[in-house]
């Protein structure tokens, strides 16, 4: 039997800066994990991949990858993933010191 | 030191220029990244999981000041005022933006340097023993030849697609310090009825597969040493299994075909190139050996060395543990620590290169090398200068006391900044460096080699290590597996398996466990911890970290 489809979101490294990026339901490419678009359909998701993948000249690295909701939009399910929407934890470079910025 | 001819410094112009518009196409759309990653990779610009990050050679660790002057001026303008130190002799920008690294590597090629062949399926940045030139027991230095392979390799156009990756390193000491056994070629200078020559060795490498290199010649006189690398590579490249990555790299030609069929077919084609080889590069060699000629050194008093490490505690436990024995007179190879407890082995801030660039030129005969350990050694100083020094390096956090000590760790970059990560590596080494310095245990553990990588690939060389800790991905959870026994010198040895791994949380504690029954089972302060290792086998380390019953059943798994 088939594994049932879990929730997931498109993510990338944008092309010119190399952060992390996110498909929106919009189809913008957001910094932010909150403002991504939680894919709960199989088919959906994998036609928006195929789209995402086409946007080579903005983004690199497309693929699909597991999270849960969450009270602020999709959360991960995994480290890696974790770390993707931090940044590394020897130095508040990244993401983190953009949050901590705009907070 | 070398310095380029002009040969050099247009190859190396015309590939920025190349790879200048390269980056332009692929913004404009006009390449894919499936067409650009393999160029920008043979620049050395990779794409990690946060950032961009652009890796710079450091051919056999070597730099001058001005070049370190560069290394921080490239970090203050395009990276965020730091850079990263490599077990293989490199420097890493963690943050470049795609845009800016074309400028990044003009400034470079401003002072020489370039990120050429840092990566892809080219033979590497040589690397060499980072005492070169310096140490006491060296039978030659291993920089001129590790510089006249880097000006064979670089761009041989057999030579650019091979099987996979090919490193090469050198040791010019019989004390192995640039870990040849674990290179896809190692070489080591060894004088025969004094002729000097080369013990060749092929097929080490970590990474997934660990083994040890093998003697494929003892003595390889200088006259053949290029046409008898070309030899070994020309025959890896036809027989080396371009079908699987995991099995393209010589150590598994040289498991498949063994050492005796791989040495009949090096003995073949030897014949072969040999003939092509007309002496020219004996002459370039002789060229390249004039310009790594030693400094003059001068003679001096040392009193006030020696007034300084009588009088001044902090400064003598760092003579005791930063010094090594130099070859001239009233000399020291000083190593100056890229491991403060609690902070990012072998990172510096571009102030912190600043100080050492200078250090260097005042009193250092303008010479720095980058070690494999990720620290960084000044070769050449004169005794007198170092209570200078040592205040100097000690108001910029450089002084830092524990070379070879067990806060001096090797650690890959792992998940805070690798693609290929399966855990974290930098934090772990942070706490442990944390930890025993709250201990204050430090000087009395003695010589200790602790090593961690973030995935089986060993960038952080855990295989080696006394203590090896690996970080792995246990369903979703880091885990951290333990390996003890590991030794990097000339005997290389890789290190056995504990048992089952520890989480993040209790791999500190387990380490210091391992640390207490060291203590505990050690013949005196004089038997170091691979000493004890080696003496009283895996037991009571398990039993320290599993406990007495669960060591027995892991023993009986
Ligand atoms: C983005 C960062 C990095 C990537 C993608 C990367 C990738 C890899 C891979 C795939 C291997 C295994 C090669 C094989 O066995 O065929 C490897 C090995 C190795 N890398 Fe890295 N690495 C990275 C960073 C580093 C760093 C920072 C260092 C130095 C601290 C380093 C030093 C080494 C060494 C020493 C080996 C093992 C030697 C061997 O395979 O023989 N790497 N790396
Ligand atoms: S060992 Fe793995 S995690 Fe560490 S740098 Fe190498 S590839 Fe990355």
Not at chain 1, 63 to 86: C, N
Not at chain 2, 120 to 138: K, L, P, Q, S
Not at chain 2, 351 to 368: K, S, T, W, Y
């Amino acid at each position: 039997m088939p594994k049932p489809f879990t929730p997931k979101v498109i993510t990338a490294n944008a092309l010119l800066s190399g952060e992390v990026v996110y498909l929106t339901a919009d189809d913008r490419w957001s910094p932010h994990l909150s403002d991504a678009d939680l894919l709960t359909d199989e088919a959906d998701a994998q036609v928006r991949l195929l789209d995402a993948e086409k946007r080579s000249h903005e983004v690199v690295g497309v693929y699909l990858v597991d999270m849960v909701p969450g009270a602020d939009g999709p959360e991960p399910t995994h480290f890696r993933e974790a770390f993707r929407r931090t940044g590394p934890s020897n130095y508040a470079h990244g993401k983190q010191a953009e949050l901590k910025r705009s907070a | 030191m070398y310095s380029y001819s002009d040969f050099d410094a247009a190859f190396v112009a015309e590939r920025n220029r190349q790879f200048r518009a390269q980056v332009e196409r692929r913004i404009d759309g006009s390449l894919t990244e499936d067409e650009f990653k393999p160029l920008r990779l043979m620049n050395g610009l990779y794409l990690q999981l946060h950032a961009y990050m652009l890796r710079v050679a450091i051919p056999y660790g070597t730099l001058n000041s001005r070049q370190m002057h560069k290394l921080a001026d490239i970090a203050d303008r395009w990276d965020k005022g730091y850079g990263h130190f490599t077990t293989r002799q490199n420097i890493q920008y963690n943050w470049p933006q795609l845009r800016d690294v074309p400028d990044m590597l003009d400034a470079l090629a401003e002072v020489q340097m370039h990120a050429i062949q840092t990566s892809g399926n080219t033979i590497r940045n040589v690397t060499a023993d980072h005492f070169a030139g310096a140490a006491a027991d060296e039978v030659a230095d291993p920089r001129p030849v590790a510089e006249l392979i880097r000006q064979w390799s670089t761009d041989h156009p057999e030579f650019q697609f091979l099987p996979r990756k090919f490193k090469v390193a050198v040791t010019g000491s019989p004390n192995d310090r640039a870990v040849t056994a674990a290179h896809d070629i190692g070489l080591r200078i060894v004088e025969r009825d004094g002729e000097i020559g080369y013990a060749v060795l092929v097929g080490g490498g970590l990474g997934r597969t660990p083994m040890i290199g093998k003697v494929l010649n003892d003595f390889v006189p200088q006259a053949d040493l290029l046409p008898y690398i070309e030899a070994v590579v020309s025959v890896w490249n036809l027989l080396g299994r371009r079908d699987n990555k995991y099995k393209a790299r010589i150590k598994i030609t040289l498991h498949e075909h063994g050492i005796d069929e791989i040495r009949r077919l090096v003995e073949d084609r030897f014949a072969e190139t040999r003939q092509a080889f007309n002496g020219a590069d004996l002459a370039l060699f002789d060229a390249i050996k004039a310009q790594f000629a030693a400094p003059s050194f001068t003679k001096r008093p040392i009193s006030d060395f020696e007034r300084a490490y009588e009088s001044d505690p902090v400064f003598r436990s760092w003579a005791d543990t930063n010094l090594s024995d130099h070859r001239a007179e009233g000399y020291a190879i000083t190593e100056i620590s890229l491991k403060a407890h609690g902070a990012t082995p072998g990172d510096a801030t571009s102030d912190q290169m600043r100080v050492i660039a200078d250090i260097a030129r005042e009193f250092g005969h303008d010479e720095l090398r980058i070690s494999h350990e990720q620290n960084i050694v000044l070769p050449h100083v004169h005794k007198a200068d170092l209570p200078v020094i040592h205040a100097r390096l000690k108001s910029h956090g450089l002084a830092t006391a524990n070379i070879g000590l067990i806060s001096d760790i090797i650690a890959c970059p792992g998940m805070d900044y690798c693609a290929l990560a399966t855990a974290r590596s930098i934090p772990i080494a942070q706490q442990i460096a944390t930890r025993f310095d709250e201990l204050k245990l430090e000087h009395e553990i003695g010589a200790l080699k602790i090593k961690i990588s973030g995935c089986i690939n060993a960038c952080g060389h855990h295989h080696v290590g006394h203590i090896g800790i690996l970080g792995l991905d246990r369903a979703g959870v880091e885990n951290y597996q333990i390996t003890l026994g590991g030794d990097h010198r000339a005997d290389m040895a890789l290190g056995g398996r504990t048992g089952p791994g520890f989480s993040a949380e209790e791999i500190i504690p387990a380490i210091e466990r391992l640390i207490g029954a060291y203590l505990d089972v050690r013949e005196g302060k004089d038997e170091p911890f691979l000493d004890t290792y080696k003496r009283v086998g895996m037991a009571p380390f398990k039993t320290a970290l599993y406990g007495a019953e669960d060591a027995k059943r892991t023993k009986a798994a």
